[in-house]
């Protein structure tokens, strides 16, 4: 019996799709998907009458570098934590 991840590993490869490495015992949302996070709640804000590309610089523009590179220094907590809960 094939299980789903394997197959969807599978497909990943007949794609082309490099995917990055992550521990097994990771968070439950990779650093990326806290930025996007964090990027979509400033999206909300903005009404849909600008054309897209403006709407995405007025929403991803005033998240402050410290909170992208907060993000991206908590990568080394995990992994010193073997994924387990840091305290985010």
Known sequence: ???PITLTANLYVRLSVYML????????MSPTEHAFDV???????????NPVLTQVQQAWNPIPQSD?????????A????SGDYTGY
Do not use: C, K
């Open 39 to 49: 990027f979509g709640r400033q999206f909300q804000h903005h009404p849909l009458t």
């Open 1 to 3: 019996m094939v299980i």
């Open 21 to 28: 490495p992550w521990p097994a015992r990771s968070p439950d």
């Open 78 to 81: 995990y992994i010193e934590n």
């Open 68 to 76: 992208i590179w907060h993000l991206h220094a908590t990568v080394q």
